[in-house]
């Protein structure tokens, strides 16, 4: 069946290094995808989100891309901090439910 | 504004006993949905609800059910536990009136069943 899948488990990175965390999709009718924060212990935390009629959104040291011609969104989080630790999630909206991908360990050391 | 809350945040349950867990949206979101997360499986959708009506199911069997009261506040029930069904149960809410909203999750409640 179709799904949200991410490349890698785990990600660990350098206190201030920018940090990239991938995600692949394969229904191509999707047209709007959220990144989650989920730290040890909470639910999922909204980080960003983006529509398929943009290719790039920003936030506050966050970016999300999007390629839909492979299929592909990334996040991006600027001068990663140790409060950036956690699992996180892409997620498709399919109606009114959410795909989730697997999700991606990122460890922030100093 | 508060965020969504969820009771009880810990709940221990035996094999073919039923559960009832409860969930409040943020104050003005109509629709919530249920997920059930594990490490196995990850998260995955249980049913969504808007104005007291199952709008969107999962493929979950019927032992799971769930319904909304006239406030928007949700309940989902398990019946016949099963050892399988030990999992966090998180809940989100959005306002619902598209299908491309935020959703908002609540802390989630973690079930055990011995």
């Known amino acids: 069946g179709e799904s949200v899948g991410l490349h890698l488990p785990t990600l660990s990175v350098q206190e201030g290094d920018n940090s990239i965390i991938n995600c692949a999709y394969s229904?191509?009718?999707?047209?709007?995808f959220i990144w989650y924060k989920q730290e040890s212990g909470k639910g999922p935390q909204f980080i960003i989100d983006?529509?398929?009629?943009?290719d790039k959104r920003q936030g506050q040291r966050v970016t999300v891309l999007l390629n839909k011609t492979v299929k592909h969104l990334s996040l991006q989080i600027a001068a990663t901090q140790p409060g950036d630790s956690a699992v996180y999630f892409c997620?498709?909206?399919?109606?009114?439910?959410?795909?989730f991908g697997k999700g991606t360990s990122l460890l922030v050391t100093p | 504004k508060a965020g969504v809350t969820q009771t009880p945040r810990y709940l221990i349950k035996t094999r073919g006993q039923q559960v009832t867990l409860s969930c409040s949206p943020i104050?003005?979101?109509?629709?919530v949905s249920w997920y059930q997360q594990t490490p196995g499986q990850g998260l995955q959708f249980l049913f969504e609800?808007?104005?007291?009506?199952?709008?969107n199911k999962g493929n979950f069997p019927g032992r799971f059910s769930g319904r909304q009261f006239s406030n928007s506040r949700s309940e989902m029930n398990v019946s016949t536990l099963e050892l399988g069904d030990s999992a966090l149960y998180l809940c989100?809410?959005?306002?619902?009136?598209?299908?491309?909203?935020?959703?908002?999750f609540g802390p989630g409640t973690r079930l055990l069943v011995l």
């Open positions: 989100a809410s959005s306002h619902g009136g598209t299908n491309q909203e935020t959703q908002y």
């Open positions: 229904n191509s009718a999707s047209d709007y």
């Open positions: 983006i529509r398929s009629n943009m």
């Open positions: 997620a498709e909206n399919i109606g009114y439910a959410l795909n």
């Open positions: 104050s003005g979101h109509r629709s």
């Open positions: 609800y808007f104005s007291e009506t199952q709008r």
